[in-house]
């Protein structure tokens, strides 16, 4: 959700990952690195007609046991086809926006431990405070991220400085 009201400007999709997690709600431990994985061949698909296609195979598979997910699948559809507009360099650095996930929950939970602040340059100072401790943890870089960036700037040239 971060991350699509982050690009809400570019389009409007519900990133995977959020109907992911949703779909694997309604499946047992047991079962869940199966079903993960059948999912995960419809998002990783390269273009729509084949994440179509893979979501079909998934539906005869498992509508049996979790009619739910291939028909959350199906309503939020519109919301996911954006995601295979993008060139894969893209998308794979799209995946690795926990990050961004991971760095929203943080500032909330540092600003949720406080009830009030006098003004609002409190809030900034406490979050820049945040920041600055939470950047310390940051060891890992994005992967494949020259070529994403690369990709951007073709994509996306005029948001993206190339100076």
């Given at each position: 959700?971060?991350?699509?009201?982050?690009?809400?400007h570019?389009?409007?999709?519900k990133?995977?990952?959020?109907?992911?997690?949703?779909?694997?709600?309604?499946?047992?431990?047991?079962?869940?690195?199966?079903?993960?994985?059948?999912?995960?061949?419809i998002?990783?698909?390269?273009t729509?007609?084949?994440?179509?296609?893979?979501?079909?195979?998934?539906?005869?598979k498992?509508?049996?046991?979790?009619?739910?997910?291939?028909?959350?699948?199906r309503?939020?559809?519109?919301?996911?086809?954006?995601?295979?507009?993008?060139?894969?360099?893209?998308?794979?650095?799209?995946?690795?926006?926990?990050?961004?996930?991971?760095?929203?929950?943080?500032l909330?939970?540092?600003?949720?431990?406080?009830?009030?602040?006098?003004?609002?340059?409190?809030?900034?100072?406490?979050?820049?405070l945040?920041?600055?401790?939470?950047?310390?943890?940051?060891?890992?870089?994005?992967?494949?991220?020259?070529a994403?960036?690369?990709?951007?700037?073709?994509?996306?040239?005029?948001?993206?400085?190339?100076?």
């Amino acid at each position: 959700m971060a991350f699509s009201a982050v690009t809400a400007h570019l389009c409007g999709e519900k990133i995977k990952w959020v109907i992911v997690r949703y779909s694997l709600n309604y499946v047992g431990w047991k079962q869940r690195k199966e079903v993960a994985a059948d999912l995960k061949l419809i998002y990783s698909a390269a273009t729509e007609a084949e994440a179509e296609a893979r979501l079909t195979e998934f539906a005869a598979k498992w509508d049996e046991k979790f009619p739910t997910i291939a028909k959350s699948w199906r309503a939020n559809w519109a919301r996911v086809i954006p995601f295979f507009a993008y060139p894969p360099e893209i998308r794979k650095v799209i995946y690795t926006t926990n990050a961004v996930e991971s760095l929203n929950m943080s500032l909330r939970k540092v600003t949720k431990a406080r009830s009030s602040f006098p003004n609002d340059d409190a809030v900034l100072k406490l979050l820049y405070l945040a920041l600055r401790n939470i950047a310390k943890k940051w060891t890992m870089p994005i992967r494949e991220w020259k070529a994403a960036l690369n990709r951007f700037v073709i994509v996306y040239e005029n948001r993206m400085p190339v100076d």
